[in-house]
């Protein structure tokens, strides 16, 4: 496909209909898709979870559900929604997808936390989906991202942050204790840096 004769005015249109012979697919293999890169069509995730194409939030939940299913995040830290014809940039402000739920089954060493997103992912964290943690840059607390797929992340919302600190364990390391989360089998340590230690029950 090449590129520079898209019309540029409908490429919401556009990528919706490529995308609609592989949405009953879950999830589409977008890491074996290899389509030319189209640059950048202005398309945005705001922190607080936005769809935004060309500075108009996207009302349809749909169709934000759609392009999220096909969302990639390169090594290099940039994100791209991709179809089977084509690659374009998503500019991304924090994650790409908010937790927005969680369950918990069990308890100790036992439990087991079950996450769901803004758009409908349902993920067990885990030794396949850990939760990590990462410093604010202005507070200097610690926030919550649980890993999606791919390098696909969901921050942590403010309102779940609290059942997970209600949900703190502590456990002895080196005759030290040590603050975390039991889930799926791993304990994951919180520590005052922001680094996170995970080990097997």
């Not at 999830?27 to 074996?32: A, F, G």
């Not at 189209?38 to 398309?43: A, K, P, Y």
């Not at 349902?122 to 507070?139: A, D, K, M």
Request: proline letters at 5%; aromatic letters at 6%; a negative charge.
């Amino acid at each position: 496909m090449d590129c520079r004769k898209v019309d540029e005015s409908n490429n919401i249109g556009r990528l919706a209909a490529l995308l609609n012979d592989v949405r009953d697919r879950e999830p589409p293999p977008v890491e074996r898709w290899d389509p030319p890169y189209c640059g950048d069509i202005r398309l945005k995730i705001c922190a607080d979870g936005t769809w935004v194409y060309r500075d108009s939030p996207i009302r349809r939940e749909g169709l934000i559900k759609l392009f999220a299913s096909v969302l990639s995040k390169d090594v290099d830290g940039r994100t791209h929604l991709v179809t089977l014809a084509e690659k374009v940039d998503v500019e991304v402000e924090d994650a790409p997808f908010l937790a927005v739920e969680m369950e918990v089954y069990g308890s100790g060493t036992g439990q087991e936390l079950i996450f769901r997103t803004n758009v409908d992912d349902i993920v067990r964290c885990g030794p396949e989906h850990p939760l990590q943690f990462s410093v604010q840059e202005r507070r200097g607390g610690l926030k919550p991202y649980l890993h999606v797929r791919g390098r696909l992340e969901a921050f942590v919302t403010r309102a779940l942050c609290y059942d997970l600190v209600a949900l703190t364990a502590e456990v002895k390391r080196g005759g030290q204790p040590v603050l975390g989360l039991w889930s799926g089998g791993k304990f994951i340590a919180l520590h005052a840096d922001g680094h996170v230690e995970s080990a097997r029950s």
